[in-house]
């Protein structure tokens, strides 16, 4: 149990159009879920909190309007990057905390999505 | 701020060898500790975690112990397998702010 899936698992856009990335818990409802971009050989750097039904909590550095989160239901967040260039090209991963636990409990992860501009 | 080093990979080791990988953290307050594993082409899983000083989490085989006095938490296996291999991240949480902060990531390659 405790599942969570990313789709797609690798895009290849053109530069200056969206790309729409989907993180979903499978087997568990998640209030708040966590977006993270890894850089190749580098740390996973927490992007935003998505909050179920309000806004995302974004981190400082991030711009809010390039990378739109929607997190409509308690198990589905939505990451999408706007106009794309090639420095957004990244590995995007996503995580879900299950709903009545606590932080410290635990996140599942998924698998990521590579995202490469062209 | 808050910031997690890990030693740089890949390590390379056979089979049944020792692994340490190391990790220091540099955190005010009392961060708890988590290890991640990443097996390819998989989502990060929680390995163990250590929430106050001298803790020793284990799982699987691994045991890391939260160093507080040399901001440090070490992850240990005796006897490494083949599937083993994988990159361990070491993360770093505060509950003042529910973020994890993560460390660069440690590739582990053991061979036959």
């Known amino acids: 149990g405790a599942v969570v899936s990313q789709h797609p698992s690798w895009v290849i856009c053109k530069s200056g159009t969206s790309v729409k990335i989907e993180c979903r818990s499978l087997?568990?409802?998640?209030?708040?879920m966590f977006w993270y971009r890894q850089f190749p050989k580098q740390s996973l750097m927490l992007m935003a909190t998505?909050?179920?039904?309000?806004?995302?909590?974004?981190e400082q550095g991030v711009e809010k309007d390039k990378f739109l989160i929607n997190h409509a239901s308690l198990t589905l967040s939505t990451l999408t990057v706007t106009s794309a260039h090639p420095e957004d090209s990244s590995f995007y991963i996503c995580?879900?905390?299950?709903?009545?636990?606590?932080?410290?409990?635990?996140?599942?992860f998924g698998p990521g999505t590579r995202l490469t501009v062209l | 701020g808050n910031s997690v080093t890990q030693m740089e990979g890949p390590v390379t080791l056979s089979e049944e060898a020792f692994l340490t990988i190391n990790c220091t953290y540099t955190a005010t307050g009392y961060p708890s500790l988590f290890w991640y594993v990443q097996y390819p082409g998989e989502g990060l899983q929680l390995l163990l975690k250590?929430?106050?000083?001298?803790d020793k989490g284990s799982n699987k085989g691994f045991e890391a112990t939260y160093r507080k006095e040399t901001t440090s938490s070490h992850l240990e296996k005796g006897s490494v397998q083949v599937s083993d291999s994988a990159v361990y991240f070491c993360?770093?949480?505060?509950?003042?702010?529910?973020?994890?902060?993560f460390g660069s990531g440690t590739r582990l390659l053991v061979r036959p």
């Open positions: 993360a770093l949480y505060r509950d003042s702010s529910y973020k994890l902060i």
């Open positions: 087997d568990f409802q998640a209030t708040t």
């Open positions: 998505s909050n179920e039904g309000s806004k995302a909590t974004y």
């Open positions: 250590a929430t106050k000083a001298d």
């Open positions: 995580s879900a905390k299950p709903s009545g636990r606590r932080l410290t409990d635990t996140q599942y």
